[in-house]
Structures are given as C-alpha cells and as structure tokens.
C-alpha cells in the first residue's frame, strides 16, 4: 500500500519533469533497440538515468549530508556504523530509502520497514547523488516491474529461489538471530526488482546473470498475481500453512464445537 | 431404516406392520433394537467428544469417496493445462495434475477437498481432546482398559490417514514432509536405507510412493479404523457409558437418556450440526493451498512448510535435538539427532498407551469403575497427565518455532531454546504445580462439606463480635463433594514364600509416590461432627483446628 502510493506519484511527476521529453526519447530508443535490450539490461534499466542532473545530484547530496552522512560518512565513503555506499546504485537507495528502511531508526537484527521520511523527488534525489558515486544497478524500467510478464515461470523461479525465506505465497519467513525474510505481500514491483539486484539485509544479491531481467519481470508478474487475486479457497488465515491451520481448527473449530456439545447437553437439564 | 419400522406400533395394521413383521420373523431385529434402544447414555458436554470424532471420521469417508472419482494415484509426469494460470504449462505429476482439477476444474470439487482436509483436522483434534477427557477422568479403568488401547491404536491410525492423504497431492509441501519421514526412516542404522527404499521402491523420491499411500490411505487404514471403530462403540455398549458422580449415580447404575427416541434423536441432530460446522470452516478458509505449493521438485523448501498439526510434535522433536551428535563408528553414520527424537517419542506413545495398566499395577486396584474421577481428586494422575501434555504441548509448539519467532518478533534461537526448556524441565514444573493445585481443590472441597459456604451475611454476637455465618451446602452438592475413592499407599507384604520380591518394592514406592500426598475424602462420622459442633458460629479456621485435630486420623499428610 505504502510502496504503491509513492512509486505512483514518483512516475506522475516524471512525466511533468522539465526533461521528460529527453526521458520518452531514451524510452523510446530502449524500445526500438528491442534485441539489444534482452541481452544488455544496463540500457533496458538506463531510461531514468538522464533524469539526473546536476541540481538533483546536489539536492541529493545536501540530503544524504543531513540524513544519512553520520553512518554512511561524509562522501558516503562509510564508517564503522554504516558501509560506504560507492557503487550501490541507484536501486539500492531507492529501495532503501523508498521503503522507509533508511534512514535507520535504531540499529537491530535488520533494518525494520517504517513510514517513509521523504518525498519521491527528496527520494530520487538521494538516489541520483548515491549513483553518480559510482556505477552500480539503477531504477528499473516500468515495463520489467509492471507485471506483464509469464506467471508460471516466474512461480517456478520464486519456488527455486525464493521461497526458502519468503514462502511459496510469499508471507515472510523467519531467518536467524531475529532476522526475517518479510511478507511481499504489499510491495511494489520496483521494489522487488530492486530487492533482487541489490541484496538488501541478508537477501543475496540476483543479478542479471544469475536470474535475468526477464525472469525477474516473470517473478514479479506471479508476486503481483498473488497480490492481486485472493485464494480460490477463502480465506488465506495468512498463508502461513499448516501451522495456522491447525491453531484455526483447535480454536475455532473445535472450540465452536465444544460450545455447541454445551449448548446440546444443557438444553435436557 | 428397519428400526423406525419396527417401532412402529403394530395396531394400525397394513403396510408398516405387515412389513415390519417379515423383516423381524426373518432377523428377530426388535431384540436387538429392544436392547439398543434402551442403552441409557449419561448427558455430559465431555462426553459427546468421540461422537463429535466419529461424525467426522463419516464427513472423511463421504467427501474422500467423492475425491477418488477425480484422482490419479500416479506420479506419471503430465503437464498442467488447467484453469490456474500460475501453473499453466509446467509439469507435475499425474497426482499434482488431477488434484489441482479438483480444485479448479470440477464442480464443487474444491469444497470436497477443503471439507475432507478440515474434517480430517477437526477428527484427528477430536480424538485428541476425547483422550484427554478419558484420561483425566480416570475412565480407562478396569473394566475399559482394552477399550483405552483400542482408541489409542485408533489415534494412532489417524495420524497415519491425515499423514498418507497429506502426502498423495504430490505438492511441493507434501513431498518435503516425505523427505523429512525419508530421513529419519534413513537414520536408524543397519536397516534404515534398506527401508527407505523398500518403501519408496528405490531412491526418494521414485514414482511408487502416491501409488502406495494410496492404497494405504483409501484402502487399508479405513478398513482397519472402521473395524476399531465398531469395536469400540461395541465395548461401550458393553461396559455402559461411565458417568460422573451424583446423587443416584452409583457404580451399579448408569442414569441417563435411553437412545431411543430423545438420545437418538439428539446424536442425530449432532451429526448435522458438526458436518455443518466444518462445511462451514471449508467453505470460507482455505486449506492446504497446493496451487501455491506448487509441484512437489526435491531442491526448493518453502519458508514456514510443517506437517499438519497432528505431526507436528514429531517435527518439534527433531527442531529441538540439538546439533552435533552424528558421528560415524563401525565404518557406519550413527545418526543420534534422529535416534534420539525417534525413541523418546516412541517411549512417550508406548507409556500413554499402557498408562491404564501402570495404574491398576500401582494402586492394586480389581475393582471395576464405573463413576469417573473429577481430575482434582486423582492428583497425581493428573499431575502426570498435566506434565504429559506440556511435554507434548513444547514438542509441538516447536514445529513452529520460525512462525512464532516471527510473529512474536523473537529470534528463533530464543524460541528454541525456551522450548527446550519447556519440553524437559516444563513436565516437571507442571506436575508439582498440578498436584498441589489439586490437593488445594480438595482441601477447598472438605472445608465446603465440613463448614459449608460464606453467606456474606455478617452476624454481631450478644459478646460484640462479628462473624460471617456459613451456610451448609445442600445434600446434593455434598454427595458431589464427597464421593470419590480414596486410595491409600500400599503395604509392602512378604510372599508366601516369606520373600519380598523386588516388584513388590517398586510397585510399593511407585504406590506411595501415588498416593502419599493426598486428602481423604470427607466420612459420615467427620460429617456428623462438623455439624454438631455448631460449625457456622465460629471462624473457619478455628474450626478446622478442632475437626482436624480430633477427626481426621487416617489423613497422613498434606505435604504442608
């Protein structure tokens, strides 16, 4: 929810942008160069790259000094409370940042998912100082996070790579020393992408060899399928499996029976 | 059907009498419904836990009946071109194939599956809590101690259904439950791998194992349940239902409704009403999503994937062994982080299978029972009962362990660790508290029928003092209080041979482990003492000074 209402925003006040004629341009050349895309993913995801200019970058940087630069050091050059951010890209702090992970609240097992503190353009800001640091994974393009692609592969590929943390419906999953795998069951496919080619907390890193870019849409197209259609059966009790069911027919269950088993033995009194 | 019409009263004559007269010259049925249907069964909320098993072990057969018409017991590989489209084109077995057309392509199959499955839960939890009801109400006692392992045996067979069925839709989640059984199958040296693949027909996971389930599922395991079931029911009708204690309720009687017509007729109506609630359940919540699991792939394991509930403590077992105790001797791997799970829950099911005979062995008891215990006044069977429960309680809430440490927002080392705690010390600390919270209860209950209630009504004595007066309790209620058998520890006694025997010993310090702490219940002579003592001018534990004191000789110890 949180994730849909400023990842929408952000693309409205892309297409006002001053330079949103240069962005369709670039759009419009990733496109035509179809071929060249599917193989070369930097140009597929390079489509907001000419957003970034020189005032962003230095709104960024004033930014980031403000907010981020007591752990992350001054030049994002890292300290011992924080990594150096040079080369993480734009993804990873649109991420990051977007999802009200960083700025960090307090330090813990992980970096707990809070209400965002910026605005998309504040957000995108940060993003674009951080990746003129160095080059590293930039904001993916709408067409490989809108969930147009194959569902079946992609839950196939989520089974395989995964489930083992966030579970086959993607509820979460516990990790260890109190670190968890969250639910994916409000994220937005921009996030998710992101997630994958940046590895945040203790998720490895996916990048375009190991699932390609494709595969990644593919993933995201079977997330947002499970998102966007409630389970044929009724009620998921959270898909969390066998567990939940079991507490909902000890409780519910046998509980409403055993009311009733009072209910009939109490009438003939 | 032939028992309505043979109820019928014969005087209108025609049709019904004429047929109810050939049915009963050819199979003399009115003895038999002579005899049933004046069967008393005693009204108890507890006691309609069994029905409510039996009810849904009916609901199981006809949902299950109706699911084989549409599945293939095969793992022959197909690919899916079914409704759901996140599965659309990837193959899976013919079991996989068939089970998600039952969920998407047949007409109300999905509603089968869903009732069959929740049925399946509510029967297996059912059991659960009907073992618990006998248990803790001493009903096991002879004469019913066969019936106790007939049931036990029963619960057993349950698990092993809800455990085959689990496993035939060949999902992802029921094949990792299989390779978890593979596993452990695997870790009992010598013969292990050679069971393995005798039940697999060859490495996991092969394509013999649905097939075989199957049969063992809709076949063999209903049979044999079914033949226990009638057995048990036909016990019953033997021993006559047990009741609890009450004014006219006797060892010698059973006081009650008749089956026919008002026990009938309710049991009846209680079908519906359970068959209704899980249809209920089925219809709105979702069970076992195998569309989400996916085809069953030996590599990927999902995040929080358990067996269902009733396994559960035997995964929690294996969640709480610690690491590091393989090691290999003899050229062989010595497995003990199985073993160990493996013969501790071995143990645990085999002692609550002869609990009953324990029992009769340690209170030297060859009376038949037919009043049951209130739990409080059988400590320490309820102390042990109460520590079994927590031990089952913490083996089981570690099958979950991830999703409490999630939900609870805790490490899951934490929740392991606790729960290792619960499972070996927790038993312990349950039974001390258990027990003294029952002698507690009873030491309530003898002051209750010695000095009665407080009526809250405050008397000024002519002297200027103040006291509550204690109203006394009525016959009734007091007859509830205090009948209830008392054992005492038993003597150890040479044998003929003049020899005291080592079982003797045992059976003698078990039999004073039993019963050493323990109120007596409250005698006539006690009784009349009380209330002629003028019991309700004076404060309560002035009283009880004296009474104790002059009274109470046999009464050993309270511990306190």
């Known amino acids: ?269 | 059907m032939s028992t309505v019409t043979t109820q019928q009263p014969a005087k209108k004559g025609g049709f019904t009498a004429a047929a109810s007269n050939y049915i009963d010259e050819r199979t003399s049925i009115s003895t038999a419904v002579k005899e049933l249907g004046r069967k008393i069964f005693p009204d108890h909320w507890s006691f309609l836990l069994g029905e409510v098993a039996l009810y849904s072990f009916v609901v199981i057969l006809l949902t299950g009946s109706f699911l084989t018409f549409f599945f293939h017991a095969a793992m022959t590989p197909v690919v899916y071109d079914g409704s759901y489209v996140p599965l659309k084109g990837v193959e899976m077995s013919a079991a996989m194939n068939s089970t998600l057309n039952i969920s998407f392509d047949i007409r109300g199959g999905l509603l089968m599956r869903q009732v069959h499955h929740w049925a399946a839960l509510l029967f297996v939890a059912s059991i659960g809590l009907h073992m618990l009801r006998i248990f803790f109400t001493g009903a096991f006692r002879k004469p019913r101690e066969l019936n106790w392992v007939i049931g036990f045996v029963l619960f057993i067979l349950a698990m092993g259904e809800g455990f085959t069925g689990y496993s035939l839709p060949d999902d992802l989640l029921s094949g990792n439950g299989l390779r978890i059984i593979d596993g452990m199958v695997k870790g009992i040296p010598l013969v292990g791998t050679w069971i393995s693949f005798l039940l697999f027909g060859g490495e996991f996971p092969g394509e013999q194992i649905v097939g075989r389930l199957y049969t063992l599922h809709i076949l063999l395991l209903p049979a044999i349940i079914v033949a226990l079931i009638a057995l048990h029911l036909l016990f019953i009708v033997i021993h006559k239902h047990t009741q609890f204690p009450g004014p006219g309720r006797t060892n010698g009687n059973a006081v009650g409704y008749p089956v026919l017509p008002v026990y009938a007729a309710k049991a009846g109506g209680f079908f519906f009403i359970v068959f209704g609630v899980i249809t209920l359940i089925a219809s709105l919540f979702t069970i076992n999503p195998i569309w989400n699991y996916g085809p069953y792939d030996p590599s990927p394991v999902s995040a929080g994937t358990q067996p269902d509930w009733y396994i559960g403590f035997a995964d929690g077992a294996l969640r709480l062994i610690p690491p590091g105790l393989e090691f290999v001797w003899l050229d062989r791997t010595w497995s003990f982080n199985i073993l160990i799970p493996l013969v501790a829950l071995g143990l645990f099911i085999a002692v609550v299978m002869l609990y009953p005979f324990v029992e009769a062995w340690v209170t030297g008891d060859k009376r038949e029972h037919h009043l049951l215990d209130r739990p409080r006044n059988a400590p320490t069977r309820t102390a042990i009962g109460a520590a079994g429960v927590t031990f089952y309680a913490g083996l089981w809430a570690a099958a979950s362990s991830d999703i409490i440490a999630t939900h609870f927002m805790l490490t899951m080392e934490g929740v392991i660790h606790t729960l290792q705690f619960v499972v070996i010390v927790g038993p312990f600390i349950a039974y001390f508290v258990t027990k003294r919270v029952c002698l507690a209860l009873q030491k309530k209950d003898r002051e209750l029928v010695l000095h009665g209630y407080e009526s809250g009504r405050i008397v000024k004595l002519p002297g200027g003092e103040f006291i509550e007066v204690h109203e006394p309790l009525d016959e009734y209620e007091r007859w509830r209080l205090v009948s209830f058998t008392d054992y005492k520890p038993l003597m150890i006694r040479p044998n003929a041979n003049g020899k005291i025997t080592v079982a003797q010993r045992v059976r003698a310090s078990l039999s004073r482990w039993f019963f050493e702490d323990r109120i007596a219940p409250v005698t006539k002579t006690e009784l009349e003492a009380a209330h002629g003592h003028g019991h309700h001018e004076v404060d309560m534990g002035e009283v009880e000074e004296i009474t104790v004191g002059e009274m109470n000789v046999h009464r050993e110890t309270v511990g306190r």
């Open chain 1, 1 to 269: 929810m949180r994730e849909k209402r400023t990842s929408k925003p952000r693309r409205k006040s892309g297409r006002r942008h001053p330079l949103a004629t240069v962005a369709l341009i670039a759009i419009g050349l990733a496109v035509t160069g179809g071929a060249y895309a599917a193989i070369n993913s930097s140009t597929a995801t390079a489509d907001t790259r000419p957003v970034a200019s020189q005032s962003t970058i230095e709104q960024g940087e004033k930014l980031f000094q403000a907010n981020c630069a007591t752990c992350h050091g001054m030049g994002a050059a890292g300290t011992s409370a924080g990594p150096s951010l040079v080369g993480v890209g734009a993804a990873s702090v649109d991420f990051q940042v977007g999802t009200g992970r960083m700025p960090l609240a307090q330090t813990g097992p992980q970096a707990e998912q809070k209400p965002v503190q910026f605005t998309d353009d504040q957000v995108k800001a940060l993003a674009d100082y951080v990746a003129s640091l160095g080059p590293g994974p930039s904001i993916p393009a709408d067409h490989l996070t809108n969930g147009g692609g194959n569902a079946a592969n992609g839950a196939e590929l989520f089974r395989i790579n995964c489930a083992m943390c966030h579970n086959v419906a993607g509820a979460g999953g516990a990790l260890t020393e109190g670190k968890f795998a969250p639910a994916l069951t409000d994220v937005s496919g921009v996030h998710i992408y992101e997630a994958m080619v940046s590895g945040p907390q203790s998720m490895p890193v996916f990048n375009d060899l190991n699932i390609s870019p494709e595969d990644k849409r593919d993933i995201i197209t079977y997330l947002k399928y499970v998102q966007d259609n409630r389970s044929p059966g009724g009620f998921e009790l959270g898909s969390l499996g066998p567990v939940a069911e079991g507490l909902f027919i000890w409780i519910f269950g046998l509980g409403s029976i055993v009311a009733l088993t009072i209910w009939i033995t109490a009438k003939s009194n």
